[in-house]
Nanobody
Framework: VQLVESGGGLAQPGGSLRLSCAASGFTFSSYAMSWFRQPPGKEREFVAAISYTGASTYYADSVKGRFAISRDNAKNTLYLQMNSLKPEDTALYYC???????????????????WGQGTQVTVSS
């Protein structure tokens, strides 16, 4: 299993970034996927999750209405569209493969069995 994130970088407050996670080594379309992040000096936290079909999505309250998780099962790729970015969104962002198909359990990091290496997002003027 390999998960490779990309798309991070520096953005201004109010700006946008789109993260991608290229998956390989497993049947991507059979598993829920998630995004987590770890701000500097803080614990890892849940950001968003999506069911195996993409029909159901879940978000942390802190990003609801600003971020959108999606997936392209034909391309084995997970996305996170981040809009209206705030300085507090600064973090290392990770994608994770869930153990199951549904999105709700994927919000718990304990239900993920593989993780990418992370991509840094910095929001600053």
């Amino acid at each position: 299993v390999q998960l490779v994130e990309s798309g991070g970088g520096l953005a201004q407050p109010g700006g946008s970034l789109r993260l991608s996670c290229a998956a390989s080594g497993f049947t991507f379309s059979s598993y829920a996927m998630s995004w987590f992040r770890q701000p500097p000096g803080k614990e890892r936290e849940f950001v968003a999750a999506i069911s195996y079909t993409g029909a159901s999505t879940y978000y942390a309250d802190s990003v609801k209405g600003r971020f959108a998780i999606s997936r392209d099962n034909a391309k084995n790729t997970l996305y996170l569209q981040m809009n209206s970015l705030k300085p507090e969104d600064t973090a290392l962002y990770y994608c994770a493969k869930a153990r199951g198909r549904t999105g709700a359990p994927a919000a718990n990091a304990k239900n993920s069995d593989y993780w990418g290496q992370g991509t840094q997002v910095t929001v600053s003027s």
